[in-house]
């Protein structure tokens, strides 16, 4: 790619400076088409003639940089003059800037670069390419500082900086790609909720929302005047600005300012908030004259859920924004304190929602290049995608099941064969990775792992659990091995090693781990089909959650599968139990305790008003979300069928529960729309079903197939 273009460099050091990269060109003819093709070391914004190009913030993406670089094509011929000027800023961005929380370090070593090429055809026919080389200058720009987790340092009187010369690098221009994934966009923008001033006197805006992007903001000022706004979750018991969540990230946006009437937002960067406080401003603060834009990969709203529980909307509505909030270019744990990293296991617990909540099949195969660019070649896979920290090469369980879990799940919900085809290596890698590492065959035993991580189990705050590592480690190694064999099945390979093995590994964990002993442990028994004893396991499960007050004690690897492992096995009344439960620990409870999104920790926010630990503690944090699967999958009963991937063919179960008057949902297929609404009706229950293709639809206990089209049902 880009194969006239050179790679330029600013040629003294600019230090935290961003740098402007021009070009003044000049056309003799009348142009029919103009294509700009673009990418950056750091994040970039170009302009012509004074306009943005295109859309796209924090271009160009975040991928396995050292392998894998995105190059964006954008159509310009409307923006280009006879004379023009092409300006390019280069920030940091993820490529140059302090990145993981404890190893503060740029990761990839670099100087800001750019490389591009415009290529022009004429009226008359003819065409030209135009490229990055010697010719094109640099200069500072009003961006004296720049990066992920601090924010940024603008100075508005910073205009006519010395044009200086550029140099041209030698660094090889095969890591380049064409575009793969969303673009990320500002998707939506929001207005403040409230202004007001904390006991401490802090001027505090809340926009109503956890969000992630940036805010912008208008003024009349004088040059030399400042801007001091910092970003933030939440307020504290005392209703003061709490920060200490972030960590080391600053998250703060400097502004200085030139004369006169003058707006500005940030486009290099960008903050996780719902509250920002205005440290410094000139003169009276004008709320509204500041918005927050939500930035977030352009993927497309594919379902809706409501019901008569205003809490459990809001429930809905946050497991949506824990999807806007992390879904920026890679599926991150956090948009806010010092880390914002590609974490694996959170992605993998909610892949399935996440399929289902937003067209996400072009943002995972992305997100797949960049996994199978970083898996070791022993098969491991990096607990965070691109791969950043953690140096030595362990690979926990359900992290690294990212590799199987998502692959067929985006193959499940899409349909697109060619998903499975390009990671079947891959995921027989993951195979191959515990095969190796573990030192019981047929056992995941012997391995660091995350474990039930944050569950409440131990009996104290910590994010440890008292679920046995090794078991969670071999159930996750079944359930490899069967999705390796059922991706190899559906792409019509001979797939009998690994259902052998998968069958291998579960005779193996019931000899092992006859027993289990929290409730993590039983829901994944019966989740992955480990025990032979379902009945009882079951009832066992259930006991425990009655015993404890019918409230969850699992982490990030039990509870997205608890609620399943209940409603499958005869105790659906119980798992709407959970599901409806608001007091701690439940999904109620953050909604409760005015959550806009989905906490880390169960007690983010405990009953009187303190904090779990500063330390860990997000307040957009989606992993518990996955239990948005469980209310589209179980009780609107909207579900994918194995052999007609894509919902060529559509399973529709719902399970309606008394203590909602109705549910409805929906949900945008590759063929169409499905709804699924059920309501109170005399003394039963009547459904309504739109099905787009061929449905199997099992309502009261009775199942029927119905070819496409809206139908009524009624049960006891
Ligand atoms: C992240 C998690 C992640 C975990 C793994 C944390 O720091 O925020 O979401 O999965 O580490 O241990």
Redesign the pocket.
């Known amino acids: 790619m880009l194969s006239f273009a050179k790679w330029i460099a600013t040629a003294e050091a600019f230090g935290s400076v961003a740098p402007v990269f021009e070009t003044t060109l000049t056309f003799s003819k009348p142009i029919q088409k103009a294509a700009l093709s673009l990418t950056s070391v750091g994040v970039y914004v170009a302009e012509i003639n004074g306009k943005r190009v295109g859309e796209y913030v924090l271009a160009p993406g975040w991928t396995a940089y050292q392998k894998r670089l995105q190059v964006q094509t954008y159509d310009v011929t409307d923006l280009l003059e006879q004379t023009s000027t092409l300006a390019v800023t280069v920030a940091k961005g993820w490529q140059l800037s302090h990145l993981a929380w404890y190893d503060h370090h740029p990761y990839y070593p670099a100087d800001y670069a750019l490389i591009g090429e415009l290529h022009v055809q004429y009226t008359d026919g003819s065409e030209d390419v135009f490229a990055t080389d010697e010719s094109w200058s640099c200069r500072r720009s009003a961006l004296l500082d720049c990066e992920i987790y601090d924010g940024e340092l603008y100075d508005a009187r910073m205009t006519d900086t010395p044009r200086l010369p550029v140099r041209v690098l030698d660094k090889t221009k095969d890591i380049l790609i064409p575009q793969e994934g969303e673009e990320i966009r500002e998707m939506l923008t929001l207005t403040p909720k409230a202004f007001l001033t904390t006991p401490k006197g802090e001027k505090v805006i809340d926009f109503g929302q956890n969000l992630t992007g940036y805010v912008s903001f208008s003024l009349n000022a004088k040059a030399g005047d400042t801007v001091k706004i910092r970003h933030f979750e939440i307020l504290d018991r005392e209703g003061n600005v709490y920060t200490e969540n972030y960590r080391s990230a600053k998250a703060t946006l400097s502004y200085i300012c030139r004369d006169g009437l003058q707006s500005y937002k940030p486009t290099h960067t960008f903050y996780g908030f719902r509250y920002i406080v205005i440290d410094e401003f000139p003169g009276e603060i004008d709320p509204d004259a500041f918005l927050a834009i939500a930035v977030h990969s352009n993927m497309k709203k594919t379902s809706s859920c409501v019901t008569s529980d205003p809490r459990v909307n809001r429930l809905i509505e946050n497991i949506e924004w824990g999807q806007r909030g992390n879904f920026l270019d890679i599926p991150t744990?956090?948009p806010q304190r010092d880390?914002r990293l590609g974490?694996t296991?959170?992605a993998q617990v909610f892949c399935r929602i996440a399929t289902y909540q937003f067209d996400t099949e072009r943002f995972f195969k992305k997100w797949f290049g960049d996994m199978r660019a970083e898996q070791w070649e022993n098969g491991g896979i990096p607990?965070v995608i691109p791969f950043i920290i953690f140096q030595d090469k362990h690979c926990s369980a359900a992290?690294g099941d990212a590799g199987v879990i998502c692959p067929w799940q985006v193959y499940l919900t899409y349909g697109n064969k060619e998903i499975l085809e390009k990671q079947f290596e891959s995921m027989k890698g993951r195979i191959n990775y515990i095969s190796v590492c573990t030192k019981d065959e047929y056992l995941w035993t012997g391995c660091q792992h995350?474990g039930d991580?944050c569950a409440l189990d131990l009996g104290k705050e910590t994010?440890d659990s008292a679920s046995r590592k090794d078991f969670i480690a071999s159930v996750y190694y079944a359930n490899a091995a069967r999705l390796v064999a059922k991706a190899g099945k559906a792409l019509g390979k001979d797939v009998s090693y690994y259902l052998e093995l998968e069958k291998k590994i579960i005779d193996k964990i019931n000899l092992t781990f006859p027993t289990y002993h929290t409730q993590c442990e039983h829901a994944l028994a019966l989740y992955f089909d480990i025990t032979p004893n379902k009945a009882e396991v079951a009832a066992a499960l259930a006991d425990m959650v009655v015993k404890n007050g019918i409230h969850l004690d699992t982490g990030?690897v039990g509870t997205p599968y608890l609620l399943h492992a209940l409603s499958e096995n005869g105790y659906l009344e119980l798992a709407y139990s959970l599901l409806l439960q608001d007091t701690y620990p439940s999904w109620l409870f953050s909604v409760k305790q005015g959550a806009t999104t989905i906490w880390?920790h169960w007690d983010g926010i405990k009953e009187d008003g303190t904090v779990w630990s500063a330390g860990?503690n997000?307040y957009n944090?989606y992993?518990y979300g996955a239990v948005g699967d469980w209310i589209y999958g179980v009780a609107a009963g909207i579900r994918t069928v194995e052999d007609a991937p894509g919902f060529a063919k559509v399973e529709i179960a719902p399970h309606p529960d008394k203590r909602l008057t109705y549910l409805t949902a929906t949900l945008d297929t590759r063929h169409g729309k499905v709804l699924s609404h059920w309501e109170r009706f005399e003394d039963g229950w009547r459904y309504e079903i739109e099905t787009p293709v061929e449905a199997t639809v099992t309502v009261g206990g009775k199942t029927k197939t119905v070819p496409k089209g809206r139908y009524l049902f009624y049960s006891k």
């Open positions: 744990d956090c880390e974490w296991g959170d607990h992290w995350f991580w994010t990030f880390e860990m997000s944090h992993a």
